[in-house]
Every structure is written in structure tokens, then in C-alpha cells.
């Protein structure tokens, strides 16, 4: 394992990297399209569990976060949580970084029988990824995303992001 050479740049690329990789989950929870779509490159390399590799932004998008978005709209998905944990930056050279983060993923689902009580999906991801540093500063330029694993358990509450939105305004 190759350790840094912890300088200021260095630190200032960290808090960049990582705070992009925050924003995005923060965006995902949100259903902020505007917000996922500024951490990538407009030719991103995408593979998200399962699907085949997405070439660029607009694809990336149609077929995994705008479905997901949708579900959110319609209370398919009542709530998504996304937790960011450990996060390491593996190669950081001058305008390109490589980096893993873990993230554990709850999504709150209404009772397939109609009754008040909800299901939580926790899902344990972690993200693959290297940056490019832009003129909007850094960038994912090519996300591999896997799942480790996941399990289903009953909840009790949750309030649909549809409801928690319209409460803001």
C-alpha cells in the first residue's frame, strides 16, 4: 500500500474528493437530478450492480438514477438513506484520483398488504471510483458500484419524500 505524502494540497483534494462523493448520496436521497448529475463527467464509465457498463451522464442516469427517482416520486421508495462510512483515497497524481467508499443504503417501502407498518431494505454498497479534476472541480469520471449484501426487515414509520418536500415549501 502506497501512503501518501500528506501536504496541503493533498488535504485540499481530500476534502474536494470526498465532498463530492457526499453530495451525491445527498443528492440520491433527495431526488435532486441537478445535484447527481454535477458529480459526474459528462463522459462517465458507469457500472452499477448487475447492469452492464453505461457510457455517459444521460445513460447513466435513464438507467439507474431516474428509475430509482421515479420510485421515489411515486412512494415505491417512501425513504432512502444512504450513510456514508469508511472512504480512502487509493491514488491521488495531479489532476486524477481513485478512491473506495462504503456506503450502507436503507430504503423504506410500503407494505405490500396495505398495512401501516413499512419494510426496510438496508443494502451494504461500495463504490469504486476515479476522479477527474475539472474546471468545476473534481469529477466521477468512471464509477464501478457493487453490492456486498442486503437484507429486508419490518419497520414501523417513515414519511414519503413526496410529503417531506411539500412540508419544506
Known amino acids: 500500500m502506497i501512503h501518501p505524502t500528506i501536504n496541503n494540497q493533498y488535504l485540499l483534494d481530500y476534502a474536494a ?3 463530492v462523493q457526499e453530495r451525491y448520496f445527498m443528492a440520491v436521497d433527495r431526488g435532486d437530478v441537478a445535484g447527481v448529475r454535477e458529480c459526474f463527467t459528462s463522459d ?4 452499477y450492480h448487475m447492469k452492464p457498463v453505461m457510457l455517459g451522464l444521460d445513460a447513466m442516469m435513464d438507467q439507474t438514477i431516474l428509475p430509482f427517482f421515479g420510485r421515489l416520486k411515486t412512494a415505491e421508495v417512501k425513504v432512502s438513506t444512504h450513510f456514508m462510512g469508511n472512504f480512502r483515497i487509493e491514488r491521488l ?3 486524477t484520483a481513485e478512491c473506495e ?7 423504506v417501502l410500503p407494505d405490500p398488504e396495505g398495512q ?3 419494510r426496510l431494505r438496508t443494502i451494504s454498497l461500495r463504490y469504486l471510483d476515479r476522479l477527474a479534476r475539472t474546471g468545476a472541480g473534481w469529477k466521477i469520471s468512471k464509477r464501478v458500484q457493487t453490492l456486498d449484501w ?3 426487515l419490518p419497520g414501523t414509520n417513515a414519511t414519503p419524500m413526496a410529503q417531506r418536500v411539500m412540508s419544506l415549501k
Not at 462517465?44 to 457500472?47: P, W
Not at 467508499?101 to 430504503?107: E, F, G, N, R, S
Open 101 to 107: 467508499a462504503y456506503a450502507i443504503a436503507t430504503h
Open 17 to 19: 474528493i470526498r465532498d
Open 44 to 47: 462517465v464509465h458507469a457500472a
Open 93 to 95: 497524481e495531479g489532476d
Open 150 to 152: 442486503a437484507c429486508e
Open 116 to 118: 401501516s407498518h413499512s
